[in-house]
């Protein structure tokens, strides 16, 4: 299996194109690529596929195997995959996800993408379409505890959905510890994924993710969609600011006029190799 390996801000996937390769088992393939010890090493594999819908498919897989609905730094590479490799030569493509078609700006330096600026669509607040198992017309500063802690938590769906807390300082935060009991917490039945954030200033929020089926990851950028969601809805926040992670920086925004969200960053390819899989 010919691949390449990406990240964006440290968000790292094993890329294959799906147009050219065949993929039999992609979420045993995932674990087994995923090892950082006996595999490739990543957060995870995304496929490139053909689409009836769009310019191209997505499909992601988290490092457990479990298949995801979308991934943010994820889909950056994408465009910067099918760029660069000569699948296409728009600056705006659309990609379809399993959270719908999602369009993605181009941004090309010396023939090649530095970062993309993708459409993430409109935030889902109603707990029913997140899904989270709370009453009310949206959730947001609800308290929840786990075997672990307990938090006033916020929660979002980018596609995929979000829990989000606001703490004191991220580097407080034993995430090894009180990540799994949120990820699998009954109220949560597609399970979740769960980010500590920080309010720095302003212009900037620090935040930590624990991803499901993958763990902490040094980027999330639907998380970080999330976040700035939250943040604003919480009163913490402006419509646009930057949200900092372990691996690098991300710039959201949502808009008013739209209720979309938008989010800008890099996009970057590590190496590319063959595999027996």
Same mark, same amino acid.
């Given at each position: 299996m010919k691949f390449t390996k990406m990240h964006g801000i440290g968000n790292?996937?094993?890329?294959?194109?799906?147009m050219e390769e065949c993929i039999d088992n992609p979420s045993e393939v995932s674990i087994t690529v995923s090892d950082r010890h006996f595999g490739i090493g990543s +957060? &995870?594999?995304?496929? =490139?596929?053909?689409?009836?819908k769009a310019d191209f498919r997505m499909r992601m897989f988290n490092a457990d195997g479990s298949?995801?609905?979308?991934? @943010?730094?994820?889909? $950056?590479?994408? @465009?910067?995959?099918?760029?660069?490799?000569?699948?296409?030569?728009?600056?705006?493509?659309?990609?379809?996800?399993?959270?719908?078609?999602?369009? *993605?700006?181009?941004?090309?330096? +010396? @023939?090649?993408?530095?970062?993309?600026?993708?459409?993430?669509?409109?935030p889902i607040l109603k707990p029913s379409g997140i899904p989270v198992?709370?009453? &009310?017309e949206t959730c947001i500063d609800r308290p929840i505890g786990t075997s672990a802690a307990e938090y006033n938590i916020t929660c979002v769906s980018m596609g995929n959905p979000h829990a989000v807390?606001?703490? +004191?300082?991220? +580097?407080?935060?034993?995430?090894?510890?009180e990540g799994p009991p949120m990820e699998k917490h009954q109220l949560f039945p597609n399970r979740i994924n769960t980010e500590f954030v920080e309010v720095l200033d302003d212009?900037?929020? $620090?935040?930590? =993710?624990?991803?499901? &089926?993958? @763990?902490?990851?040094?980027?999330?950028g639907t998380g970080a969609c999330a976040v700035l969601v939250?943040?604003?809805?919480?009163?913490?926040?402006?419509?646009?600011?930057?949200?900092? *992670? *372990? &691996?690098?920086? *991300?710039?959201?925004e949502w808009n008013e006029k739209d209720n979309h969200v938008y989010m800008t960053g890099p996009a970057v390819t590590v190496f590319e190799g063959e595999i027996n899989i």
């Open positions: 790292d996937y094993v890329y294959v194109n799906c +957060d &995870g594999l995304i496929l =490139v596929c053909p689409s009836e298949e995801g609905e979308m991934c @943010g730094n994820g889909i $950056r590479c994408v @465009g910067k995959f099918v760029y660069d490799k000569g699948l296409t030569n728009k600056k705006t493509i659309e990609i379809e996800t399993l959270a719908g078609i999602k369009v *993605l700006e181009l941004s090309i330096k +010396d @023939g090649t993408v530095e970062k993309a600026r993708v459409d993430m669509g409109e198992l709370f009453d &009310g807390a606001f703490v +004191d300082s991220v +580097d407080s935060i034993d995430i090894e510890k212009g900037t929020l $620090r935040m930590r =993710v624990w991803e499901r &089926g993958s @763990g902490e990851t040094l980027a999330c939250a943040s604003v809805l919480n009163g913490r926040s402006s419509r646009k600011n930057k949200v900092r *992670l *372990l &691996g690098g920086d *991300l710039e959201i």
